[in-house]
């Protein structure tokens, strides 16, 4: 590591990593780094329990990381996701006994894990979507040449009623219930296809922004996310899904 440069504060530059500040935190000494930079810093100083400003040496204290980096119960730095409890934990809360059991993931491996699980989760949404798409051509499809063969066959038949009494026009319906009462039926599926579409593209959108920002702070969040949808199955013609809303797993 470069050495530190008290001169940094006035220049805007971290003097830990001597680059522009990202993401500035400001310790109880009033000095200047980088969140990242800071965060790393106090990770290797409480190993010895003695945490202090990396410039002056003062006593800091891992709070000043602010939400996100540091254990509201015990102000101390969190390393760790519970993913039974769905929060972040500092060491003394990883062996409290509420979390012994738990399953626990290293900070840097949860974020790995939930980027992954929403993207994966995307890729399926947007297959569903592609399938969505193919099954509303093909009801549109079928309702047009139902439309056309209905049409046909009320032409035939009012040209038939020219030489036949006016009730067999009027006991048309009777003469093919089947396929005229199933068009309504066809009909219906189209607009619940459509709605169903909008609902993955809407929710494709969510877990896309999600997975660009996620870190730290967020990955309760992404659990809550991932934990909130039902996973699309596709639709078949035999049954059609009405709704895609939100179900609530917990």
């Given amino acids: 590591m470069l050495p530190l440069r ?10 830990i990593c001597q680059e522009c500040l990202k993401e500035a935190v400001r310790t109880d000494c009033r000095h200047l780094f980088c969140r990242a930079c800071l965060a790393q810093h106090l990770e290797k100083a409480s ?7 990396p410039l002056c ?3 800091c204290s891992e709070g ?3 939400a996100g980096y540091t254990c509201d119960s015990h102000q101390k730095k ?11 934990l500092c060491v003394e809360c990883r062996v409290s006994p509420e979390h012994k059991s738990h399953c626990e993931l290293a900070i840097e491996n949860a974020i790995s894990h939930y980027k ?11 297959k569903d979507i592609c399938e969505l798409q193919r099954l509303r051509a093909q009801e549109e499809e079928r309702l047009q040449a139902m439309q056309a063969d209905c049409r046909t066959h009320r ?3 009012e040209l038939e009623c020219q030489h036949r009494a006016r009730r067999q026009l009027d006991a048309l319906p009777q003469q093919r219930p089947g396929q005229l009462e199933d068009m309504p039926a066809e009909a ?12 993955l593209s809407s929710l494709v959108t969510e877990l896309e922004g999600m997975a660009k920002k996620l870190d730290a702070s967020l990955l309760k969040d992404a659990s809550d996310l991932l934990n909130r949808y039902e996973p699309w199955l596709p639709l078949h013609k035999s049954g059609f899904k009405t709704s895609v809303l939100p179900v609530n797993r917990r």
């Fill in 6 to 15: 008290e001169d940094s504060r006035e220049e805007g530059i971290c003097p």
């Fill in 47 to 53: 190993a010895s329990r003695v945490l202090s400003c």
């Fill in 57 to 59: 040496q003062k006593p």
């Fill in 64 to 66: 000043v990381l602010g």
């Fill in 78 to 88: 969190v390393c760790w996701f519970c993913e039974e409890s769905r929060c972040l």
């Fill in 116 to 126: 992954e699980r929403l993207n994966r989760r995307i890729r399926k949404l947007r």
């Fill in 155 to 157: 032409l035939e038949a």
């Fill in 188 to 199: 219906s599926r189209i607009p619940v296809i459509s709605k169903a579409m909008i609902q």
